[in-house]
């Protein structure tokens, strides 16, 4: 049999699991959800969720993915035999599928973004206004869209994803950079403070049941668990290494990360008198705005776009990625036409959520609209009860035996992991999740 492909190094690894993890999730969906959600109880919220409840599930599947050694369905298999376990590998399929449908739209607001601040045509008055009349256009998203997942696509079937997580390990640190700079300039100007307050003192009318899901979906989201994608890439993990280490590293990343975006966008909100309630839209209003205020800005802001997109990109192969090794169940030979296929197949379920900014926008779907529930059926419903699963699969099926040996930390540190993925993380998706029910029924 085929020796199965491994990391060459931890910092591969290390490397893809936060290329994974920061994207979208920290740059583009936080600040959004902060802005919408009442601000600081949504950011503490979140910091809660990620610690108590998305490292706990991360270390789950590094753990059950490097013991599986396999694709998900067949690690689930081989681990439970003669149990339904692996159907968690068709979920974490499904979800993916419709997680990558949307995000490949925003993929490609950030190809437009990026496009057009190539051609100096980001110079205008109003940035709300140019943005929307950006996303309504029907043409342009499609094809950005679809440029994206055709970037995606070729990435993955192409083997060349080592080079690109190579190269996101200085493309990282750089973005990192450009963060703290824009920052500074945005706490700089006047009437920031008031976006800081915004972030941190907290107004606890916002504190209820959908707020505590969105900010559970919001860590699940961004540190991309629940849905096996963290599995696979465990699954081509050698023995020796250490789990504990990189699931904290790369949570530590993704909460520092998104509260430095917080104070990127927040502060030049309530400066420039922009509303936080923008929604999705919210940083490609403020970014531009904020590089209007700094000497050479336009230059900075290309530089800064193809940061993003890259940030993006080790995202978006990752769901890709899933959604392939799942499908095609280890028959490498596949692996490129399956790549396009399904990528292809991604892209006309996203052509609705595209669209839903311009053509379709008079669609609802329980009130919102098509994007919205995609990212409803995503954030809300499928992460939190493939996380579910996850844990209660690491908690009882896995025996302590077997987990303690993966995990080699201190005796103490494995069974508080142990205690937390059978009996404290479940219980606390169950209670928020009922918590949502009541409230979406009352
Ligand atoms: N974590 C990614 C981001 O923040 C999104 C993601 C979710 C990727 C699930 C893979 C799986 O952009």
């Known amino acids: 049999m085929k020796q199965r492909d491994q990391w060459t190094s931890k910092i591969g690894f290390v490397l893809a699991a936060a290329g994974s993890a920061i994207g979208l999730g920290a740059i583009w969906k936080f600040p959004y959800m ?114 994206f997942m055709g970037l995606t696509i070729w990435i993955v079937q192409s083997g060349i994803r080592g080079g690109i997580e190579r190269a996101s390990r200085w493309m990282m640190p750089l973005l990192f950079i450009f963060f703290i700079i824009l920052a500074i300039r945005s706490l700089t100007l006047d009437g920031a403070m008031e976006g800081v307050r915004f972030l941190f003192v907290p107004d606890w009318s916002y504190f209820t049941g959908t707020t505590l899901l969105l900010a559970l ?34 949570s ?35 970014l531009p705005a904020i590089f209007s205020q700094i000497p050479f800005g336009n230059v900075f802001m290309i530089v800064f776009f193809i940061l993003m997109l890259f940030a993006t990109l080790t995202s978006s192969i ?23 296929v399904f990528g292809i ?10 669209l839903s900014f311009g053509a379709l926008s008079d669609v609802q779907i329980f009130g919102g609209s098509i994007f919205d529930f995609a990212d409803t059926l995503t954030s809300k419903i499928g992460m939190p009860l493939g996380a579910l699963c996850i844990s209660l699969f690491a908690g009882f099926v896995l025996t302590k035996a077997q987990t303690d040996a993966e995990l080699r930390m201190h005796p103490i540190m494995n069974a508080l992991w142990k205690f937390l993925v059978r009996f404290v993380v479940p219980a606390a998706i169950i209670v928020i999740f009922i918590t949502w029910i009541i409230e979406l029924s009352a």
Not at 241 to 249: I, R, T
Request: charged share 10%; glycine share 10%; aromatic share 10%.
């Open 217 to 250: 979906g919001q860590a699940f989201f961004s540190l991309s668990v629940g849905v096996t994608a963290m599995m696979t890439y465990a699954s081509y993990l050698p023995k020796e290494e250490q789990l504990g280490q990189s699931a904290v590293n790369v």
């Open 252 to 286: 530590i990343l993704n909460i520092v990360i998104s509260l430095l975006a917080g104070l990127v966008i927040f502060p030049a909100v309530f400066a420039l008198g922009q509303s936080p309630a923008e929604g999705p839209g919210l940083i490609f209003v403020i």
């Open 34 to 147: 902060v802005g919408t959600n009442g601000g600081s109880v949504f950011v503490l919220l979140f910091i809660i969720c990620t610690v108590a409840i998305g490292l706990p599930i991360l270390l789950a599947e590094f753990v059950i993915g490097r013991k599986g050694q396999a694709d998900v369905v067949t690690s689930l298999k081989k681990l439970a035999p003669g149990r339904l376990w692996y159907m968690l590998g068709w979920m974490g399929l499904a979800v993916s599928f419709i997680l990558l449908s949307f995000y490949s739209v925003v993929g490609g607001w950030i190809l437009s973004y990026l496009a057009r601040a190539i051609t100096l045509r980001l110079d205008v008055a109003d940035h709300s206004e140019y943005f929307n009349s950006i996303i309504s256009n029907p043409l342009e998203v499609l094809l950005a869209q679809a440029v």
């Open 345 to 354: 197949l991604i892209f006309i379920v996203g052509i609705p959520s595209a």
């Open 318 to 340: 990752s769901m890709l990625e899933i959604v392939v090794s799942t499908g095609i169940r280890q028959r490498h030979e596949r692996r490129k036409s399956a790549a396009w």
